[in-house]
């Protein structure tokens, strides 16, 4: 969610529309101010006459606007020859002919030079003429007093100097919000500290992160103070998402529901009904505190309100084809970032999604929302998923209309494919949870195949959860060595204590991978069984340092039961009982089926009693439940086991049967060994 500030040159140059996004990484277009007069068109050639009449100008300015229309349409608005990058420049050379060959009212200089920086700044890489152009145009606003004008060129060349050195246009926006402040400029002063939090989100690192949390914090106490009901909700909404996306502790969670609640706390004021964007993400967060706090009753009651909700924010009036929305503002202010809502209020205006983009974004939460219910409630997690990928599948609304800018468009078409890979990913884990290794397979080639076209900073962030992924299917399928060779790949390795931290959901899946290479290898007739009690020493204070993903502690309790010599009861009946408590607390049913069985194996095995029995069933059931046919084949054996130890030999073999009929049905590298204790060679 960026704010954005886009001049826009009318019949009135000096009418514009203030904005300011952070620069986005993209193809630009090269221009060279000494080749614009050969792609001038016929009729600017007169303007080497200094003596050229108020008309030629105005022709020039509207011939600009075509020009970059056209460009921005990809319409051959000049013939079919001439490329979106001659169609650029060439507007550029009307702006510069405006520039050098007229002398223009200050007020029309000015905004000439704002909508001359901005093109460059959006479409070239020539930086050094942008800020040229800017610097000259701030000195022009200062000697005539154009304090408007002068704070839009201003937030624009934040984001130019942003592009050569981002710690510079840091400094320079802190002195700007200073000088904005002493004048009182208070929604300008919005504006820039905005604009401050996105540019050291782009930065990434933890000071940046935490300096962007403290601008925050002095939007939310400036406009309460000044009674900016919406600033305050969008400045705590923000603040929300911030501390989500550092980590997933308790903490954090805990600072996130305390912003979340104090943009909540104003929601019942009716300029929210003009904001569905804003209540809409508040709703996402929302739900995103409940999945890290792994809540999944909770988090299921908010994905129903929300898909109650959602369609009646989407119809609103105020939910533009670009996704964009404004924040009133009632404080006095000059300057930036002021468009008219209802033609009264001063408004900040963001960039956010599109209707369709919020609706995938929906299906992806709510999917999540519904993933622990998967197996048992008719896939509904699955056909969510799919709805989601469907949406992305339609064309984009991308028009001159909607999208002006391929500063928007662009990033908006990288977003769409990170979030498709992402439904893909979801997706593929729904199928591997009930074993449908034939669709998880389908569903890793599409997110390779979708990952491919990405970014290499973005494809890195999925990097390792595709190769996790490719773990998990070549060992549900049996081939171990596979499995071995992806979960011991350098990006999913535990991290040493000199490494730099990873992010959080980067070291769960090194966990995750690390806690498959000890069922793997526990056995001690396993090539590579010495590495696993270094391997268990070193994840044992990950584990429970990161002891609030309770799927995740589970799974930890439930390897470190299977990998204790049989001797040590008393700690496998501790580690047994924790995973029990915490598959049970996050709803766990494949942590839960696994935990039944290994009590089963451990403590049941060989013993005539009830009780056994009694278990015995309790795992078949629970493996029904999950639609898991590999857990199903083992619960079978299981049964077939129990019951032979208490004589009941004619349902035994009944048992017996129905596992070597499932067992038909799974991977060829799976088989069934009646022997074993567990049925299967192999069990997940």
């Not at 989601?388 to 908006?412: H, V, Y």
């Not at 019951?643 to 070597?660: P, W």
Request: hydrophobic residues 40%; charged residues 20%; glycine residues 4%.
């Amino acid at each position: 969610m960026t704010a954005t500030q886009k001049p826009q040159m009318l019949n009135n140059p000096a009418q514009h529309i203030a904005s300011g996004q952070p620069p986005h990484k993209r193809q630009k277009h090269d221009h060279k101010s000494t080749s614009l007069a050969n792609s001038l068109p016929a009729p600017v050639h007169f303007l080497e006459n200094r003596a050229a009449s108020p008309e030629h100008l105005q022709l020039l300015l509207l011939l600009a606007e075509k020009y970059f229309a056209a460009a921005h349409a990809g319409q051959p608005w000049a013939g079919p020859q001439v490329s979106s990058q001659g169609l650029i420049a060439t507007g550029l050379g009307c702006l510069e002919a405006v520039l050098k060959n007229f002398r223009l009212l200050p007020a029309m200089e000015s905004a000439v030079r704002l909508k001359y920086a901005l093109i460059l700044h959006e479409e070239t890489e020539n930086v050094a003429q942008a800020e040229e152009a800017l610097s000259k145009g701030i000195t022009l606003c200062e000697r005539h007093k154009f304090i408007s004008l002068k704070y839009d060129m201003q937030h624009l060349l934040a984001r130019v100097i942003f592009k050569l050195n981002p710690r510079a246009s840091l400094k320079y926006l802190d002195g700007t919000i200073k000088d904005v402040e002493a004048y009182r400029h208070t929604a300008s002063a919005y504006a820039f500290r905005f604009l401050r939090v996105f540019l050291s989100l782009e930065l990434g690192t933890h000071i940046d992160t935490l300096s962007a949390v403290n601008h925050l914090k002095v939007i939310s106490h400036k406009a309460q103070k000044n009674g900016d009901k919406a600033v305050h909700a969008m400045a705590a909404t923000l603040e929300a998402m911030i501390h989500l996306r550092q980590s997933n502790r308790a903490e954090n969670i805990e600072q996130a529901e305390r912003a979340l609640a104090l943009a909540r706390s104003h929601q019942g004021d009716s300029i929210f009904g003009f904001l569905p964007q804003l209540v809409t993400t508040m709703q996402f967060v929302d739900i995103c505190c409940t999945q890290q706090k792994f809540d999944p009753a909770q988090s299921e009651l908010k994905m129903k309100a929300l898909q109650t909700t959602l369609p009646t924010l989407l119809k609103g009036v105020s939910w533009k084809d670009d996704g964009s929305f404004s924040i009133p503002v009632s404080s006095p202010s000059t300057g930036v970032m002021q468009s008219m809502i209802d033609g009264k209020n001063i408004a900040l205006r963001f960039n956010w999604l599109p209707r369709e983009d919020i609706s995938a974004l929906a299906c992806l939460l709510s999917g999540a929302a519904m993933f622990h219910r998967n197996a048992t409630d008719g896939q509904k997690s699955e056909q969510i998923l799919r709805e989601g990928l469907r949406t992305l599948d339609k064309p984009a609304k991308i028009t001159i209309a909607n999208f002006p800018l391929r500063q928007l468009a662009e990033p908006r078409d990288r977003w769409r494919r990170l979030l498709k890979c992402k439904l893909h990913l979801h997706l593929a884990f729904a199928f591997c949870a009930r074993t449908a290794w034939p669709e998880a397979q389908h569903q890793l080639g599409c997110l390779e195949n979708a990952a491919s076209t990405l970014p290499t900073e973005i494809f890195n962030t999925l990097e390792y959860q595709i190769l996790y992924l490719s773990g998990v299917i070549n060992q549900g399928i049996g081939n171990i060595s596979a499995a071995l060779f992806y979960y011991t790949k350098p990006s999913l390795s535990l991290p040493s204590s000199s490494q730099p931290a990873l992010p959080p959901i980067h070291l769960e899946f090194c966990i995750l991978s690390a806690l498959n290479i000890l069922l793997i290898v526990h056995h001690p007739s396993h090539p590579s069984y010495h590495l696993l009690q270094p391997l268990l020493e070193n994840l044992t204070p990950l584990c429970k340092r990161n002891s609030n993903n309770k799927a995740l502690y589970a799974a930890y309790q439930l390897v470190s039961a299977t990998c204790f010599p049989p001797t040590s009861i008393l700690p496998v009946k501790q580690h047994l009982q924790f995973a029990v408590d915490a598959a049970k607390g996050c709803s766990n049913e494949q942590l839960l089926c696994m935990t039944l069985h290994v009590i089963w194996f451990k403590f049941f095995k060989g013993v005539v009693g009830e009780q056994a029995e009694k278990n015995a069933r309790a795992c078949g059931a629970q493996a029904r439940r999950c639609r898991d046919s590999l857990w199903e084949t083992v619960a079978s054996g299981v049964l077939a086991n129990a019951l032979e130890f208490v004589s009941k030999g004619k349902e035994a073999e009944q048992a017996r049967r129905h596992g070597e009929l499932l067992a038909s049905k799974l991977p060829p590298l799976i088989g069934w060994d009646q022997e074993a204790s567990m049925s299967p060679k192999r069990a997940k």
